[in-house]
Each structure stands twice: as C-alpha cells, then as structure tokens.
C-alpha cells in the first residue's frame, strides 16, 4: 500500500449513524473480479435517489476526508466499501465509532480511519458546512487534524500508524516469521480436519 | 491465571506475540467464496506466492448462484465471470471446491458445520461476516476482509488484536413460539449495532444451553449485527452429539481425545470479562425489525415506534430516515403491515430445523394469494433432507416456491430480488437499505413468524394461526 503522512483536502459532512457497507457499496457491485474502479458504486443509492445528499452538491464532489455519525462501516466484510471510498478520492475517514471489519480493511488498505469524539465530529461537521472551500490537514506524523485555527489530537493504534506511515505489506512482514510458523504447525494435533 | 472460552482458544492460537504489535494468529480452517476471493488471489499471483496449506482450505459457490435452472450456464455474465474465476482460481492453487450442482454445495456457514470441518477451539475465518455462525461449536470464528483473505491464503496466520469479551447471560426458557432468532434479535436491539463493537460475546445461560446447535448458530450468526466479529458458545453433549460421525470429525481414539479437550472449552468460574449483559428468555415474544439495521426491533405486538420518542438525537434522525424508507407510520401495530414476499432460508435460518419449522406451520395452510413465499435450502444437503421427509410438498402444496441453495435473497446478487417499493419478511440477517434489492423494504423474523405472515399476509406469530408453535 502506499504510505500515508500527511494529507489536506476538502470534508463531507455525513450526518448519519450506522452507514452500513451495503450503504456504501451495494452488492451488485461486488460481483467484479478486480480491485480498482469502484468509484461509481460509492454511495450509488444515495447519490441517484437523494438529491440534496452530500456527495451531490457541487462544493463536496472533491472532497477527500469523509465525517460520520457513529458506527459508520457496520455490516458486510465486503473490502470493496475501502475500494469504493478511494477510488472516489477519500484519504480519510472520521467518525465516533467504526465497525471492526471496515476499520481493520481500511488500515490494511491505506485508508486512514480515525475514531474521534462526537463533539469533535460535530466541529468538522460545523467546518465543513459553513466554510466549504476551506481545507482540513490531517497529520498522521503528529496525530493531529487541523482546521481554520484549531489544532486537535487524535489516537490512532500504534503499530497501525506504523504500518500507514511506511507503507508496509502485511504478508511481507509475517512471511519474516515463516520459522515460527511452521514451528507451531509441527505442534498442532492430528486430529485436526485436514481436506488433502 | 482463569481465562474466559475466548481467551482460552485464542491463546493456544498464538504463534507469535510481542509488545506494541498484534498477535500472530494461527488459521485452523479458511473458507473461500466467490466474491470476496478473486483479487486474493491475483495478490498471489502478482508477488508469486503459493497458497501455505490448501488443506486447510475449502471453497465453495454461494452470493452469486441462481437457485433455478443450476444445471444451465449462469444467464447472468458478470456473476458467471466470477464463478469462473473462483473455478480456476481453486484448480490452480490445489484447493477443494463445492462447485454449484456438486452434492456438497451451499452456504459457506452451513456447509463447514455440515461437514464436520467446524469443531470446537478451532480458529476459523472467511471473507464473510457471518462467520461467526460457527462460534456456535466453541470455535473462535470470524469475518475478514480481502486484503487478510490474502494474508491467510499465504501464511495461514492472520496478524490480529485481542479483541475484548463480553458475557451474554440468557436465563429462563423461551416461551412456545419464541425461537433463537427472537432471542438474538431482541439482544441486538437491547445493546444497538455498535454495543458488541470491540468485542467476541460469549453466548451463556440455560436458554441457550436448551438450545440446538441450529439454533445456537443462528444466534452466533448475528454477533456481527451487534457489531461483534464473533459470538461463541462452550460446546457440550449437543455439541458433540451433532458432531459425531460427521465426515471430518475424529474417530476412535482420536474422538475421545478430543472429546476430553472439547470439555475444557469453557469460561473459568472466575474468569473475568469485560462486559456483562442479561437477557430473560421468559420475557421474550415474537420479535421483528421496523427500520433499516438490526438494531431497529420491536416485540411483534407492538406498534411502529414514534421516532420522537427517542432520546438520542442521531438515533431520532435514523429513526425518521428509516421509518420514511420502509413507509411506515409511528403508532400503526406491526402486525397491521402488509408484506409481498416472504423469504425462508440464508446463514441465519436455512438449516433443517429452520425449514421443518415452517413446513409445520403450512401443512394444511395456503400461502396468501398477496404473497410470494421462497424458500431456499441453506445447502444441497439440507435441500436433499428436506425432500426425503417431505418438507418440498408441504411448501409447494401451500404455494411457496422450492428453491436450490444459496445466499439468494438475503442480499439478492443472484435473480431472487424484491423490486423497488416491494416489503418482505426475512429470516435473513440484514435489513439495510436496498440489502434485498433496490428500493426493497425488509423485516427480519424467525422462520416462524415467516410462515405465519406467509399465511395471513402481514406480519403474524403461529399464534395467529391458532398454532401452538
């Protein structure tokens, strides 16, 4: 994946709890064998039934850092939803609380989550909102998200943030541990299932 | 030092740990389906590596596949290419396939437990969140993405933290009528989509001792619907007794011996969990959803809630958003909800106990005219047992349509859609918006208040029909 240190775009502001994974990817698009081009199945419901829906006005069609309401990436273990959101453009997502499998997707994928406060969410939100053109830094070197003068810390999980910062290929680094591996398999029972 | 079910099974996984990293995990059995595998393996492809233990390894055909017509080409080619691919992908890395018309094909979550290849302290993943169906046997069990679809295919590890354990404690008996997926869905709308973020629950208590290993998997399945990758249950006699003699399950020596390991799969009396939740059997009913996540439940003889009602002011917002989606009205009894289509089957509710009880519910009884009914075996075995004590006549004698297996409907990637605008009730897991297909309104519900809203034609418990149960 590529290394992630700092990035500056534009926010949307999504108001709504429990963006599921078929929300942000319907399961029609899954049926695609490749891992680029999801783009257009980015939100598709929402962007052709709701007219006034984030994605759709003209300051937020840019925009590269995505603020939700809690549990944003619930349901589905579908990776697409982490391919849909950075084919669009999206670098960054900030939100209360993320489901377990989109968070562990997105970091193994080179998106940046970050769980932030709800009144954190709500001053990005304010941000965005009245002032659209004016962009958010999120700076992965000092935890920090910066924003017209405010300047706030976040936490992200350090060997993470490690691996986003390098930009490091997970099997690349276990396969460093290839002895080990094949050290516990010698002490697993017979009796396992096993389909030679 | 006492440890709980999970802590137990996750620490005699651990092939590596160190500080300020995650914990190398061994991978005990891998399931692989259609579409969550292609761009793992053009992964290996791409940096030449080989899958570590195809043995270990089983994958089948099931989101995709029609449940009409299996011996002819799939019409659709974009599902057909994926088929294909997940074809060749299996024959050139040496890993096992049920392909569609092959005896053994169905659910991933059905089929791993059928075979015996799902055995208590195993670890398990697939790319699929509803792997945590197999928690129901004491494995530790759960969904990953591609990328780790990847990782596993290489290295048969997984690198993962230590996720946190909550207790689920359900005491009492469940009332006549009242199955698992009551139980499950009332606890999911108890703690909310996000309660069992961060967390494997630990299903415990005597109403869920009492319960089969189909109803203990249904309950596991929807862990993920309270935001838990995997729920799990200390396996007993039930266990074991569903085990024996199936086709991977040990033998002879090698039975007892795991049987006596099987045994010390169990929480500590004092091992300490990081959350506790109680739930009384007793006080359950027929349960239902009303609005687009899982959480959204209500008793079935309630009414549609007033969004005003809530306290919480995103919870008020996805309250209103959701009952202007599904066309309901606050204050409108949910047994007065009409539907158009009635579908029986998935990872939740598509094994054999699911479909012997609904069958008993229709014996003698029409579906109504208004409706569609599905019903779609969760795999060809259970399809082929059905037949045999004549469950396929007694749907298709009340006017349901008799299925082959598959994902089908719970998320209609195959033909077996609603339209937009069209209302169901599902024995599914997901009531998203569009899960069902686009503009679909879906309400999840056991296989019982399935049938019986087949019958009447909106949402109804057997004992609307005058049904015991």
Redesign the interface.
Known sequence: MNPFSVHRGIVAPLRRTNVDTDQIIPAVYLKRVTRTGFEDGLFSAWRANEADFVLNKPEYTRSSILVADNDFGTGSSREHAVWALMDYGFRVVIAPRFGDIFRNNALKTGLLVIEAPIDEVENLWHHAESCPDQSVEVDLLSNEIRYGDKVTAFDIDAYARWRLLEGLDDIALTERHNERIAEFEKSRPERLPSLS | MAGTLAEKVWGSHV??RAD???D?L?I??HLVHE??S??AF?GLRA?G?QV???????ATED??VPTLDIDKPIA?L??R??ID?LRRNCAEFGI?LHAMGDAEQGIVHVIGPQL??T?PG?TIVC???HTSTHGAFGALAF??????V??VL????L???RPKTMAVTIDGQLPDGVSAKDMILALITQIG??GG??YVIEYRGPAIQALSMEGRMTVCNMS??A???AGMIAPDETTFAFLQGRP???VGA?WD??VD?WRTLRSDEDAIFDAEVHLDAGALSPFVTWG??P?QGAPLSATVPDPKDFFDP??R??AE?ALAYMNLIPGMPLRDVAVDTVFVGSCTNGRIEDLRIAADLLRGRKVAPSVRMLVVPGSMRVKVAAEEEGLDQIFLDAGAEWRSAGCSMC???NPDQLAPGERSASTSN?N????QG?GGRTHLVSPAVAAATAVTGHLASPADLGARS
Not at chain 2, 52 to 58: C, G, I, K, S, Y
Not at chain 2, 432 to 435: P, S
């Open positions: 092939v590596r300020g990293e995650p190398l061994f005990d059995l579409v969550t292609p761009q053009d940096a590596r570590r233990r195809p043995a270990l390894t089983l989101h995709n659709d974009v599902s290419t994926q691919t096992r015996g290849l055995q195993m790319g699929d969140s969904g990953i993405g591609t990328s780790e990847e990782h290489a290295t048969q590890t690198t993962t933290v989509t996000g973020q961060g993920i619907e935001g838990a990758r991977n399950a040990p090698a011996e795991a390991y687009t996540n959480g995103g919870d917002i996805s958003k998320l209609g990637m997901r998203f918006e569009g899960r686009k």
